[in-house]
């Protein structure tokens, strides 16, 4: 079983910053990739980015490409998603998700990942 709590959600004006950080407790945390999501309203839950277990290779959608940065410490048992050049579109319940399949890359699909945190809002305002 994995745990996973968000936080670093807030109100910002368009063009700020944001942290996002996801603390996971439970099985070991450097043997699975995690991703993170978001979730507008009436909208359906979208990939934002993903970190391999080691790192080393990361994946972010084409809309936050170059503004976002995630990263994982694993002496820590964190992942975070350092947000940049915020726009309104990018308002949204964020999440952060473990995918423990072995031997895969993270995917994009959020149906593939297997424990979820309880999301954390980002308003952005023009």
Excluded: H
Aim: aromatic share 12%.
């Amino acid at each position: 079983q994995v745990q996973l709590v968000e936080s670093g959600g807030g109100l910002v004006q368009a063009g700020g910053s944001l942290r996002l950080s996801c603390a996971a407790s439970g099985r070991t945390f450097s043997s699975y990739s995690m991703g993170w999501f978001r979730q507008a309203p009436g909208k359906d839950r979208e990939f934002v980015a993903a970190i391999t277990w080691s790192g080393r290779n990361t994946y972010y959608a084409d809309s936050v490409k170059g503004r976002f940065t995630i990263s994982r410490d694993n002496a820590k048992n964190t992942v975070s998603l350092e947000m940049n050049s915020l726009k309104p579109e990018d308002t949204a319940v964020y999440y952060c998700a473990a995918f423990t399949t072995a031997a895969m890359y993270p995917p994009p699909d959020p149906s593939l990942y297997d424990y979820w945190g309880q999301g954390t809002q980002v308003t952005v305002s023009s």
